[in-house]
């Protein structure tokens, strides 16, 4: 366990994921190598058993011969038949020639002293029964002990060759025991070994990919977030660089898309502007003409209405201009911690005036919900949605806002895009959110409307009464929080605005 620390410890220090990989490779290569001699050790092994088998086999049959040599000579003192005299001789031939014969095989092994020694018993008995028949049939006392000795010296050459028998059985079981250990000590061995290279390789090599993979997976789903891989991996380090590298330079080229984007709208809203701020200069000119004409006999009751209109017109190209003014400057977003159900409660303040008696408006917005916001920029945005909701249910009706923590799952904002309603903005998958519903019983927005509700200038209200900029506006704020902003709406069915504020800000701080 410590070596594997000590390697883990001196492959973190390699700098190179090329490095790595040799060393996973030549750990392969040892390991097949471990495998080979593994495979080559059972070969040689299996045939030295063999070999001990053959010599057993060789054993066992000198063992039964020296069986069959006894139980003729038995045979021979008992009824002194001259055939079975010749077996025992025939028996006796038949063991010189297995010693004859598996010379080869029991040569260099421990039982060759025995083999000598059944060698010359076998002479020895062979001697002592050629005297024996010489002596004759009388039953002398020479006789008697010639049969003595015969017998045994018989007996002994059966106990040696019981005994080898015996010996060789132990041997074999013994090597095959001891293979069988051999064996599974090494297959376990290997296969640690195996699992060890493996999971260093998994752990070195392909975790720093596997997390550079997912980095690399957030980008390709739209989040321009620098990409951070735990390694020091040199080519690790280097993709990681270009990577961001090459963020930087999407996020640059992004912004100076948004810039020109921004250039155009900037153009359209002059145009806009231009057209707008003509209607009130022209009745602040036809109001000064009128007053200029009529100096001295014009009824002071007159001249009052007219220098009213000259102001409420005035008014009304101040506020054209400060929304121009307000879109165009590159303000220093202030932010700052926000409770969402305050803020809600100081713009429904502000609208009291306008909210008529039979317009209800309910709110579901839980007091911990607080938002690291430009809180200006947030109630400007909610004041141009709810006076919209206002403007549009009319005398009597219902306003709903609510807000929650992922009250809506990106899938409902992603199936918004494929229909006639409008979904603007980058909302990412899995992004922690506030997601903020303002739902009213309104006539609701044609489906030929929809698609353009949030142009500049876009309105299908009265002169005098909208400048088509409040949606806009809304979408420029949503914009700023990364934030993603969708209708849901249909003549005669009421409008919902949906939008989801991201609780991880642009700069990549949570709020
Ligand atoms: P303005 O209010 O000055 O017209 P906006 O950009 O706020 O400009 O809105 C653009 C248009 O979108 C409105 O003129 C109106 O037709 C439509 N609209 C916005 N909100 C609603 C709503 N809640 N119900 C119905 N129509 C709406």
Same mark, same amino acid.
């Not at 058993?49 to 000198?62: S, Y």
């Not at 926000?338 to 005036?353: I, N, P, R, S, T």
């Given at each position: ?42 070969? =040689? ?76 018993? /076998? ?20 006789? $008697? ?36 250990? #051999? ?35 957030? /980008?390709?789903?739209?989040?321009? +977030? ?16 270009? =990577? ?23 153009? #359209? ?41 000259? +102001? ?32 809600? $409660? ?127 506006? /809304?979408? $420029? ?10 209708? +849901? ?23």
């Amino acid at each position: 366990m410590q070596l594997m620390a000590v390697t883990l410890q001196v492959m973190k220090h390699q700098s190179s994921l090329r490095q790595k990989i040799t060393l996973g490779y030549l750990g392969y290569y040892a390991l097949a190598f471990l495998i080979i001699s593994l495979s080559l050790f059972t070969y =040689f092994e299996l045939r030295l058993i063999e070999q001990k088998i053959r010599v057993g086999e060789r054993i066992a049959e000198l063992f039964d011969v020296t069986l069959e040599i006894r139980r003729f000579e038995k045979n021979y003192f008992l009824y002194r038949q001259i055939a079975d005299f010749q077996e025992v001789r025939r028996y006796a031939s038949k063991v010189d020639e297995l010693l004859e014969s598996s010379a080869a095989d029991f040569s260099g092994l421990a039982l060759e002293p025995q083999i000598l020694k059944v060698k010359n018993e /076998v002479r020895v008995y062979r001697a002592l029964m050629a005297e024996y028949l010489k002596a004759g049939a009388a039953e002398t006392r020479q006789t $008697e002990l010639l049969e003595a000795q015969i017998r045994k010296v018989g007996k002994d050459i059966v106990a040696i060759t019981e005994g080898m028998a015996g010996a060789e059985r132990l041997l074999i079981r013994a090597t095959l025991d001891k293979f069988r250990a #051999t064996l599974l000590i090494s297959i376990a061995l290997l296969s640690l070994t195996m699992i060890v290279i493996g999971w260093m390789l998994s752990r070195l090599v392909a975790r720093p990919l596997k997390h550079m993979d997912r980095c690399v997976e957030a /980008v390709s789903s739209g989040r321009l +977030d620098r990409i951070v891989v735990p390694s020091e991996d040199s080519e690790i380090i280097s993709i990681t660089q270009a =990577f961001n590298h090459m963020i930087g330079e999407l996020e640059l080229r992004q912004k100076r898309l948004l810039r020109s984007e921004k250039l155009a709208s900037l153009g #359209t809203m002059l145009a806009g502007v231009a057209h707008e701020l003509n209607n009130p200069l022209s009745n602040i000119s036809l109001s000064c003409q009128i007053l200029l004409e009529e100096v001295g006999s014009c009824d002071p009751e007159q001249g009052k209405e007219l220098l009213e209109q000259i +102001d409420e017109q005035t008014e009304r190209a101040r506020k054209i201009v400060r929304a121009l003014l307000d879109f165009a400057r590159d303000k220093p977003v202030k932010r700052e911690r926000v409770a969402l159900a305050a803020l809600f $409660e100081d713009v429904l303040l502000f609208l009291k005036g306008e909210t008529p008696p039979n317009v209800r408006i309910i709110t579901e917005i839980p007091a911990e919900i607080v938002l690291q916001a430009d809180r200006r920029r947030l109630e400007q945005a909610f004041l141009n949605l709810i006076k919209n909701a206002l403007e549009a249910i009319g005398e009597s009706g219902e306003i709903y806002i609510g807000a929650a923590r992922h009250r809506l799952t990106n899938e409902s904002f992603v199936a918004k895009q494929g229909h006639d309603n409008r979904f603007l903005g980058k909302c990412y998958p899995g992004v922690e959110a506030i997601d903020i519903e303002i739902r009213d019983s309104g006539p609701g927005i044609p489906v030929d409307v929809l698609p353009r509700i949030f142009d500049p200038f876009f309105t299908t209200k009265d002169v005098g009464r909208g400048m088509g900029l409040g949606l806009f506006i /809304v979408y $420029e704020i949503v914009e700023e929080y990364n934030g993603c902003i969708s209708v +849901d709406s249909e003549s005669g069915r009421g409008t919902v605005f949906h939008i989801r504020l991201p609780l991880e800000s642009a700069d990549g701080s949570r709020q």
